[in-house]
């Protein structure tokens, strides 16, 4: 049997935050792992969550959640569109199930958020995670779009974060006007 197939979500969480790029092509090919990108990405959420409790913390967890299950959709569509109708090289094949996988995985260092709830570490926690789950997604995108080149996975991540950004200030802006 295949490593990839007897690797557990455990390993497969950990090897995602070390930024094994071998576990990036795994989930990238293992269509059975979406069940998993989507406990990756969820659990990661719920850290921030309790990483940030404030006063109502239960309704922000749920909401929090559900905004980075939202996020994590619209970011994986972007990315599908941008490196492979934009910015493809001549060897990139992908799918947006690929990029929901193994984007979904690069969010595992987002579990350490959880140590947000210490207030005196909660920024630089939080700071740092951020910074090392983009570093993971640029190597998930990079592995599944089949780049050569990182500085190609870094634009389109540059891009599509943009545009998401700017998707959500409207969505939000206009759920913010009165009726």
């Not at 006063?55 to 941008?82: E, K, P, R």
């Amino acid at each position: 049997m295949e490593k990839g197939l007897k690797s557990s979500f455990t390993d497969r969480l950990v090897r995602a935050a070390k930024l094994d790029i071998h576990l990036y092509e795994e989930v990238e090919a293992d269509k059975q792992a979406m069940s998993q990108a989507l406990a990756v990405v969820v659990l990661s959420n719920i850290a921030a969550g309790i990483g940030s409790i404030k006063g109502a913390w239960m309704s922000t967890l749920l909401m929090g959640t559900i905004f980075g299950l939202v996020s994590w959709f619209v970011w994986a569509y972007l990315t599908y569109l941008i490196g492979t109708r934009l910015l493809p090289e001549p060897q990139t094949r992908a799918s947006y199930g690929q990029l929901l996988r193994t984007i979904g995985f690069s969010s595992s260092p987002g579990l350490i958020r959880l140590l947000g709830i210490v207030p005196v570490l909660r920024w630089i926690v939080f700071l740092g995670s951020s910074l090392w789950m983009l570093v993971a997604m640029v190597i998930a995108v990079r592995q599944a779009l089949d780049y050569k080149s990182t500085f190609r996975a870094v634009a389109v991540c540059f891009i599509g974060w943009l545009i998401q950004g700017a998707i959500f200030a409207v969505l939000f802006a206009l759920m913010a006007k009165p009726a």
